[in-house]
């Protein structure tokens, strides 16, 4: 999976999924949620309202935009509670969100990174991706052309600003889940 950093906004952004995640409870939106629900014509908020989504941890919900942006989807995944949300909580559910989506058959997933956000989240994210998108299918010969699979994993900023720290983050958790990769490959040889 390649993953890579720029700037953007959302709205714009040519991608199959744009993904963001949500608390749980009220008033869970953030700024840069409400303005995703704002461009979707409420459709987080009615989600919220109705039941559906509710931020739970690791809860999955993905909405189709019918052209209001420029990706086909926006993906919504909890985070749970506020206070309980940590970093492994952040693995936890980038696995998850990469999982569900890459099940879908979304090729290409965009994450907004908000300016509050730090470069260990980023790593969590990464980390929790690629660890979540592990299989081991070397000695696999049937069924790997049905196999569905993640090529691109982009971080959008708003501004260039954060962008070297985002960059070295992405480094560093690329380094750490290669290495673990490759301890699951030797370890799962026969």
Not at 48 to 63: H, P, R, S
């Amino acid at each position: 999976m390649k993953i890579n950093v720029k700037v953007g906004d959302f709205r714009q952004e040519e991608t199959d999924a744009v993904a963001f995640g949500i608390y749980e409870g009220e008033n869970s939106l953030t700024p840069l949620t409400e303005s995703v629900d704002h461009a979707l014509g409420g459709a987080i908020r009615n989600l919220m309202e109705l039941g559906d989504f509710e931020g739970k941890l690791k809860q999955v919900a993905t909405l189709y935009t019918d052209g209001k942006v420029s990706s086909p989807r926006i993906s919504l995944i909890g985070y749970g509670k506020i206070e309980e949300f940590d970093q492994e909580s952040i693995r936890q559910v980038s696995a998850k969100h990469m999982q569900s989506l890459r099940d879908l058959g979304v090729k290409r997933i965009t994450v907004p990174i908000p300016d509050d956000i730090s470069g260990l989240h980023v790593e969590a994210i990464v980390e929790g991706a690629k660890l979540g998108l592990y299989t081991f299918d070397q000695h696999k010969t049937e069924g790997l052309d049905e196999k569905k699979e993640l090529e691109e994993l982009t971080f959008l900023l708003a501004d260039e600003s954060g962008m070297p720290a985002i960059e070295q983050s992405i480094e560093l958790a690329t380094i750490i889940t290669d290495g673990t990769i490759l301890a699951r490959d030797l370890i799962n040889q026969p």
